[in-house]
């Protein structure tokens, strides 16, 4: 089953346990995904969707000098486990040669190409910075 599908599946559960701040998150998705101009996404692309709206969230909760919100609790609990800081540290040091790039941050491509959706390109980026 597709996330999609265990998003509409799990709208029914929520509405049912009477799960306020789920139900809401996930109509907001289930919205997005219908304004896509494919009805059937590839779970990347609800990945992409997912990351798109925690990150709209998170500026208009700086905007407003926030820290978090039931929805952005709901949608980060929606993402798959993304890698630690930790985790991409010790894959950089395994498999990047900085030697073959002009610069470190040449090196970013290689990385996300290795974990794709499972790891933020800003802290990719700190990571590299860092080193």
Do not use: C, Y
Not at 37 to 62: F, G, M
Not at 75 to 91: G, H, I, S
């Amino acid at each position: 089953m597709s996330m999609q599908e265990d998003f509409r599946a799990g709208l029914k559960v929520a509405m049912k346990a009477r799960q306020k701040d789920k139900v809401g998150a996930i109509r907001i998705l289930i919205g997005e995904f219908q304004r896509q101009p494919e009805k059937e996404l590839s779970d990347d692309q609800v990945i992409a969707i997912i990351k798109k709206l925690i990150k709209s969230e998170r500026e208009l909760l700086a905007a407003a000098g926030e820290e978090s919100s039931g929805f952005l609790v709901e949608m980060e609990a929606f993402l798959p486990r993304q890698a630690t800081e930790e985790e991409v540290r010790e894959w950089v040091g395994a498999n990047i040669d900085f030697a073959a790039f002009a610069n470190k941050m040449q090196a970013m491509k290689p990385i996300m190409n290795h974990f794709g959706s499972s790891v933020d390109g800003n802290m990719v980026k700190k990571v590299l910075l860092s080193l």
